[in-house]
């Protein structure tokens, strides 16, 4: 039975493929405390072992999959990328890319002191760095390098050996040293800087919400008291007096009769008006000096949570105290925004800037809702489908312009397919940001790209390299490993310092600007989770899209550094 499966497996090595991916997502899925292996090395350690009977794999499907998933990437990032780059996250992405200079150098220096041969070195690099990706730009120049095809094959081998043995530290290490020993070393009290955050951009912390039986926004009838303070006003006056608060009259009952209330609507006496608010408000300040009824007809009014998708030039770069002033936004209140690649929620405070790419979920009566989404951009709607001629003509494209080898003398520079298809990712997804019109990828299509791609690429490799793992990790031995927690540690350690003390960011957000530029989405589940607060996630965005793009590149780099 045992020499069938084997067999099997050799004869059909597609088997073997989604084989490593049901085990390693599968056993990638257990977590402690948030910290786990993952899906990535979960699928390498299980493709290594099944490797080990000796499979053979045709070569188109590990590219295929890698330039899907490097696309994505881009896609995903894109908006912003270009934002940090261009636009006000300059300090965040200036930041992002000396930290990426860190990540680079101390793996270079650690590969060269440990006299670590090409392969090892970007093996060392992939895994203490947490970034897989760089292992597919890597075996692009290794392949370039124009080696014989056995000594090619020994360095490709020995990338996903040091990369297993120094990526869990890189993942529960980087947690650690930023989640743990940053706010010590660089003594920050991170729950009460993040508080003092909140008060001096306008913001404080909501209990409740989703799932829960309290809810933010409410609609409530009240009728108007003799002598009332808003007796003879009209509704722009009335909505006036609490100037601070953002409090709609959207109907009105007046003699008997419902109307809809414009704003130089009159308020008079014993009238019964409709008004939408945040909760505290309506309880607090009018609820005290007004009598509550239970006005079913009238507050029988057709509300919607639509997810709008960002797309004005005009609102790009303004704050949320500058958007609720605007016509549009009137009757409409903010219940999230998201942002990025990873879906980052946004904590929302007055001063919070709105950028194109971003989702925000809107609540309130539909004709206000549809009014705000027109000023905004465009309903994200639920879609299943993708534009797939889309996604294959951009990748086309993006690998078209990366396969073209440019000489200077006889050194030939080239992006390779790989570059390519993640610089047309960053392109048109930023483009898609701005026109909306066209590329439409569902997140769920995203994620495949994204996670499943990668994941066939990294299964490909490790049943390819399987019967040579186990002697590379004899050779290389522990010392690898403490190898790995220095290029881990040291370039964390150096970016929170940088990040306090020379680009001064704010105490709130320096270590969401750490993990962002390393790409350590683990260690900023950690820091919000000890902040008691999604403040840190304001530095994550910027840094995490330019380091993703540069910490990727590095792999192709750091291969030319070596050799």
Same mark, same amino acid.
């Given at each position: 039975m045992?020499d069938?499966l084997?067999q099997?497996?050799?004869t059909?090595p597609e088997?073997a493929?989604f084989l490593?991916?049901?085990l390693?997502y599968?056993?990638?899925?257990? /977590?402690?405390?948030?910290?786990?292996?993952?899906?990535?090395?979960?699928?390498?350690?299980a493709?290594? @072992?099944?490797?080990?009977i000796?499979?053979?794999i045709s070569?188109?499907?590990?590219?295929?999959f890698?330039l899907m998933f490097?696309?994505?990437?881009?896609?995903?990032?894109g908006?912003?990328f270009?934002r940090?780059?261009?636009q006000d996250g300059?300090?965040?992405a200036?930041?992002a890319?000396v930290?990426?200079?860190?990540c680079?150098l101390? +793996?270079?220096l650690?590969g060269?002191?440990?006299?670590?041969?090409v %392969?090892?070195?970007v093996g060392?690099?992939?895994?203490?760095?947490?970034?897989?990706?760089s292992?597919?730009? +890597?075996t692009?120049?290794?392949n370039?390098?124009?080696?014989?095809?056995d000594?090619?094959?020994k360095?490709?081998d020995a990338m996903?050996?040091?990369?297993?043995?120094t990526y869990?530290?890189?993942?529960v290490g980087?947690a @650690?040293?930023?989640?743990?020993?940053g706010?010590a070393?660089?003594?920050?009290?991170?729950?009460t800087?993040?508080?003092?955050?909140?008060e001096?951009h306008g913001g404080?912390?909501?209990l409740?919400?989703?799932?829960t039986?309290?809810?933010?926004?409410?609609?409530?009838?009240?009728?108007?008291r003799?002598?009332g303070?808003?007796v003879?006003?009209t509704?722009?006056q009335?909505?006036a007096? @609490?100037p601070?608060q953002?409090?709609?009259?959207l109907?009105?009952?007046?003699?008997?009769k419902i109307?809809?209330?414009?704003?130089?609507a009159?308020i008079?006496?014993?009238?019964?008006?409709?008004?939408?608010?945040?909760?505290?408000?309506?309880?607090?300040?009018?609820?005290?000096?007004a009598?509550?009824?239970d006005d079913?007809?009238?507050?029988?009014?057709?509300?919607e949570?639509v997810d709008?998708?960002? /797309?004005s *030039?005009?609102?790009d770069?303004k704050t949320l105290e500058e958007?609720?002033k605007?016509?549009?936004a009137r009757?409409v209140f903010?219940? *999230?925004? /998201?942002r990025g690649?990873i879906a980052?929620?946004i904590?929302?405070?007055?001063?919070?800037?709105?950028?194109r790419?971003?989702i925000v979920?809107?609540v309130g009566?539909?004709?206000?809702?549809?009014?705000?989404?027109?000023?905004l951009?465009?309903p994200?709607?639920?879609?299943?489908?993708a534009d797939?001629?889309f996604?294959?003509?951009?990748?086309?494209i993006?690998?078209?312009? %990366? +396969?073209?080898?440019?000489?200077?003398g006889?050194?030939?520079l080239t992006?390779?397919?790989s570059?390519g298809?993640?610089i047309s990712g960053?392109?048109f997804?930023?483009?898609?940001s701005?026109?909306?019109t066209?590329g439409?990828?569902?997140?769920p299509t995203?994620?495949f790209?994204?996670s499943?791609?990668?994941n066939?690429f990294?299964a490909?490799v490790g049943?390819?390299s399987?019967?040579g793992?186990?002697?590379?990790?004899?050779?290389?031995?522990?010392?690898?490993?403490?190898?790995?927690?220095?290029?881990?540690?040291v370039?964390?350690?150096?970016?929170?310092?940088?990040g306090?003390y020379?680009?001064?960011?704010?105490?709130?957000?320096?270590l969401?600007?750490c993990?962002?530029?390393r790409? /350590?989405?683990?260690?900023l589940?950690m820091?919000?989770d000890?902040?008691?607060?999604?403040?840190p996630?304001?530095?994550y965005t910027v840094?995490?899209?330019?380091?993703?793009?540069?910490?990727?590149?590095?792999?192709?780099?750091?291969?030319m550094l070596m050799?």
């Amino acid at each position: 039975m045992i020499d069938w499966l084997f067999q099997t497996l050799r004869t059909y090595p597609e088997i073997a493929v989604f084989l490593s991916l049901a085990l390693g997502y599968y056993f990638g899925s257990f /977590t402690y405390k948030g910290l786990g292996l993952g899906a990535v090395t979960a699928t390498l350690i299980a493709a290594v @072992i099944i490797g080990q009977i000796g499979i053979t794999i045709s070569s188109p499907l590990k590219p295929f999959f890698f330039l899907m998933f490097l696309f994505a990437i881009g896609y995903g990032v894109g908006p912003q990328f270009v934002r940090g780059i261009a636009q006000d996250g300059v300090p965040q992405a200036v930041f992002a890319a000396v930290v990426c200079v860190f990540c680079l150098l101390a +793996a270079y220096l650690g590969g060269k002191l440990a006299g670590y041969d090409v %392969g090892s070195t970007v093996g060392l690099y992939a895994g203490s760095q947490t970034i897989s990706a760089s292992m597919g730009l +890597a075996t692009d120049a290794v392949n370039r390098l124009g080696l014989p095809a056995d000594e090619a094959k020994k360095l490709l081998d020995a990338m996903p050996v040091a990369y297993a043995v120094t990526y869990i530290f890189g993942t529960v290490g980087s947690a @650690i040293v930023l989640a743990l020993l940053g706010p010590a070393l660089l003594g920050i009290d991170l729950e009460t800087a993040c508080k003092k955050y909140e008060e001096e951009h306008g913001g404080k912390k909501q209990l409740g919400g989703p799932g829960t039986a309290w809810h933010q926004f409410d609609l409530r009838a009240y009728r108007v008291r003799e002598r009332g303070p808003v007796v003879g006003k009209t509704v722009e006056q009335a909505e006036a007096l @609490i100037p601070d608060q953002r409090v709609f009259v959207l109907r009105l009952r007046q003699a008997g009769k419902i109307v809809e209330a414009t704003s130089d609507a009159v308020i008079h006496a014993g009238d019964v008006v409709a008004v939408a608010g945040r909760r505290d408000v309506l309880v607090q300040l009018i609820g005290e000096q007004a009598e509550e009824v239970d006005d079913r007809e009238l507050l029988a009014v057709p509300i919607e949570g639509v997810d709008v998708y960002v /797309t004005s *030039k005009e609102a790009d770069g303004k704050t949320l105290e500058e958007l609720a002033k605007a016509p549009g936004a009137r009757g409409v209140f903010l219940r *999230k925004i /998201t942002r990025g690649a990873i879906a980052t929620e946004i904590p929302i405070l007055p001063d919070t800037k709105i950028n194109r790419g971003d989702i925000v979920t809107l609540v309130g009566r539909t004709p206000d809702v549809a009014a705000a989404t027109k000023m905004l951009g465009r309903p994200d709607r639920v879609t299943d489908v993708a534009d797939v001629a889309f996604i294959g003509a951009a990748i086309a494209i993006g690998a078209l312009v %990366g +396969a073209f080898v440019y000489k200077i003398g006889s050194v030939p520079l080239t992006l390779s397919t790989s570059g390519g298809a993640l610089i047309s990712g960053l392109f048109f997804g930023w483009l898609r940001s701005v026109h909306p019109t066209f590329g439409r990828i569902p997140s769920p299509t995203v994620w495949f790209m994204n996670s499943v791609g990668l994941n066939v690429f990294i299964a490909v490799v490790g049943i390819s390299s399987g019967p040579g793992f186990v002697a590379g990790l004899q050779k290389l031995g522990f010392s690898l490993f403490l190898w790995g927690v220095v290029v881990t540690t040291v370039p964390l350690i150096l970016a929170m310092y940088v990040g306090k003390y020379l680009f001064r960011f704010h105490d709130a957000i320096v270590l969401g600007c750490c993990s962002g530029a390393r790409t /350590t989405t683990a260690s900023l589940g950690m820091i919000n989770d000890r902040a008691k607060s999604q403040i840190p996630g304001l530095g994550y965005t910027v840094t995490y899209a330019v380091g993703n793009t540069l910490l990727t590149i590095w792999g192709m780099v750091l291969v030319m550094l070596m050799t």
